[in-house]
């Protein structure tokens, strides 16, 4: 099938979505949940709404914030050339889908203005409609979009392949690098192309990282070498680099705001912090009895933004907020809609649609009880019953953890709790 008739046959596709009527080619299903998503949003499918661009100072205080910068040698070396000859351009966009780097081909730069595509600019799906930057920060995966695939009829004349880079570190999405260009020049390796590089990208902050923790080894060793009883040295993340009198573990859990001084740890009990190069040093002190003010009264679970949920435990002493993976913020969902408990049949049931899938929810849930073990109970697995429990949705339900396919997740999409 040529470029021609591929186009022809998508464009009425996609008319007879919005029409609601059925078609000779159903959408790919990546395309079809995206589009219903857009429709929620209210996106003008023949003139997205731009938002206005970012001042030049705000893009410059993302580029320095953004981890994303440290690879930018690595996405131009792959990418750009590449991209130039192909007649193509490569845009990075960080985790709220803001353009903030746009190079390649002169010409496909001028029609991308055309287009608003250009840095500064919102291309978030909710904004612009089915798109490589936008859909991958929902989805987590990367996508090519062709053509009438966008949302938006402008973008027809247009093909995108764009893929997520996630943090090593913390598991963080970070942003998402794209290569977009006129639909003629379009290749169909490019997306295979374009998430090898985003790969080597997550390698190269991989890498740095380890590095990092290392010079933290380096500093810490003959500062532990005089502690006595059980302590470590963290970077600002919790990554262990060095410890003593005590079993290593890979990751401490920090509070979200860790400073120097006593400190009650759930892992460690009160603790002594100070500041090292690059990290922390923390000493336990000997008292495992847990504050008054350290017990934990709340929680949050914020499902609000796409790929970025997170939970935030909360006492008077203060609060602790944990990035959470899908499969953890999906659990947390679930038990934070049946209060009462689950068993782990029946997680297995609500989140793989098998209910004999439960050494995989036990693995899972006993990975969650490792640092949330205050807030959760189990025999049923269920939240604490004197802990309050708040769950923060998106605006639009069809955007309630979009990337899952779990069926407790999508009955809750169309009639959440």
Excluded at 59 to 67: G, H, K, L, T, Y
Excluded at 311 to 316: F, L, R
């Amino acid at each position: 099938m040529d470029v021609r008739e591929a186009t022809r046959l998508l464009k009425g596709m996609r008319a007879a979505a919005l029409a609601g009527l059925p078609s000779k080619v159903a959408p790919r299903a990546e395309i079809d949940a995206s589009w219903r998503r857009v429709l929620g949003h209210g996106v003008d499918p023949d003139g997205a709404r731009q938002a206005g661009l970012l001042p030049l100072a705000e893009v410059e205080r993302r580029r320095q914030a953004s981890p994303l910068r440290e690879v930018l040698p690595v996405l131009r070396e792959a990418l750009v050339s590449v991209a130039d000859a192909a007649q193509h351009i490569m845009v990075v966009s960080d985790a709220d889908g803001k353009l903030l780097w746009r190079e390649g081909h002169a010409s496909v730069l001028r029609s991308a203005d055309a287009l608003g595509f250009e840095v500064g600019a919102d291309w978030s799906e909710g904004v612009v409609g089915t798109n490589g930057v936008g859909t991958p920060l929902i989805t987590g995966r990367p996508m090519q979009v062709y053509s009438a695939e966008h949302f938006v009829s402008t973008h027809h004349t247009w093909t995108c392949a764009g893929a997520p880079i996630v943090d090593p570190r913390d598991g963080r999405l970070l942003g998402v690098v794209d290569v977009s260009g006129p639909l003629s020049t379009m290749h169909p390796a490019t997306l295979a192309f374009v998430t090898s590089v985003s790969r080597l990208a997550e390698a190269e902050l991989r890498t740095r990282h380890l590095a990092a923790v290392e010079r933290l080894r380096t500093v810490a060793a003959p500062v532990l070498c005089r502690v006595g009883g059980r302590a470590l040295a963290v970077d600002t993340n919790g990554w262990t680099a060095a410890v003593t009198g005590m079993p290593p573990v890979d990751r401490l859990p920090l509070p979200k705001s860790f400073r120097a001084g006593r400190v009650w740890l759930p892992s460690l009990g009160m603790c002594a912090v100070e500041p090292l190069p690059g990290g922390w040093l923390v000493q336990a002190v000997g008292d495992d009895v847990r504050p008054a003010d350290a017990i934990p009264r709340r929680v949050v679970l914020d499902l609000s933004r796409p790929r970025r949920s997170s939970v935030t435990v909360s006492g008077e002493a203060g609060s602790w907020t944990q990035e959470l993976s899908p499969r953890h913020a999906e659990l947390l969902y679930v038990l934070a809609v049946h209060r009462s408990g689950r068993t782990a049949a029946q997680l297995a049931h609500d989140i793989f649609e098998d209910p004999t899938r439960t050494v995989t929810v036990r693995a899972e849930m006993s990975r969650l009880r490792r640092h949330l073990a205050e807030v959760l109970a189990h025999r049923p697995y269920r939240f604490a019953e004197d802990v309050e429990v708040e769950v923060v949705q998106p605006p639009h339900p069809a955007d309630l953890l979009p990337h899952s396919t779990a069926p407790a997740v999508r009955g809750a999409r169309h009639h959440p709790y």
